[in-house]
T-cell receptor, first 114, second 114 residues
């Protein structure tokens, strides 16, 4: 049973560029959440997607956008990259409607903005 | 809004000693509470969760935590530390279910001395 997978593993971008990160949820899961983990900090919630729509959003600017596909996979897009966007980006999947079921995290994508 | 406080950023114990990692939460509604572990260059792995059932929760790798509403605490313990327990530990809270937005603490680094 494949867990949550993310690609790429590492990424280096320049300020002002745009980046797309990808996530495939655990088999059977239909909800994907994205988190940003800055160095030495706990993860911060960016947004959550269910049924191809953004269901919840954290305190992140509009430069951060996402998408969910019919197969439940998801993309995180960040425009006009800033140095402060350098972080580990974590994807987590879960099953909607089952409040007692936890989120499973992927290994993350390490984004470095220079 | 919910929040989590993890006191201290680093805990060091001897192998075989008791592990105690502290977590206090703030929530206006009954919370769901979690402890996650993160090994270097990896994603988050769920250790245990509290979802309004038993207040003493047992998790993987010999860890357990007790939900104390009067103290708004959810401290993580393990009777005997093992070298393999060295990692970063995060406490998290959700107010809308285990599959909803997680708010994390800043994390505690656990070191285990031989």
């Amino acid at each position: 049973d494949a867990g949550v997978t993310q690609s790429p593993t590492h990424l280096i971008k320049t300020r002002g560029q745009q980046v797309t990160l990808r996530c495939s949820p655990k088999s059977g899961h239909d909800t994907v959440s994205w988190y940003q983990q800055a160095l030495g900090q706990g993860p911060q919630f960016i947004f959550q997607y269910y049924e191809e729509e953004e269901r919840q959003r954290g305190n992140f600017p509009d430069r951060f956008s996402g998408h969910q596909f019919p197969n439940y996979s998801s993309e995180l897009n960040v425009n006009a990259l800033l140095l402060g966007d350098s972080a580990l980006y974590l994807c987590a999947s879960s099953l909607a409607g089952r409040g007692s079921y936890e989120q499973y995290f992927g290994p993350g994508t390490r984004l470095t903005v220079t | 809004a919910q929040s989590v406080t993890q006191l201290g950023s680093h805990v060091s114990v001897s192998e075989g000693a008791l592990v105690l990692l502290r977590c206090n939460y703030s929530s206006s509604v009954p919370p769901y509470l979690f402890w996650y572990v993160q090994y270097p260059n990896q994603g988050l792995q769920l250790l245990l969760k509290y979802t309004s059932a038993a207040t003493l929760v047992k998790g993987i790798n010999g860890f357990e935590a007790e939900f104390k509403k009067s103290e708004t605490s959810f401290h993580l313990t393990k009777p005997s530390a093992h070298m393999s327990d060295a990692a970063e530990y995060f406490c998290a809270v959700s107010v809308a279910g285990a599959n909803s937005k997680l708010t994390f603490g800043k994390g505690i680094t656990l070191s285990v001395r031989p």
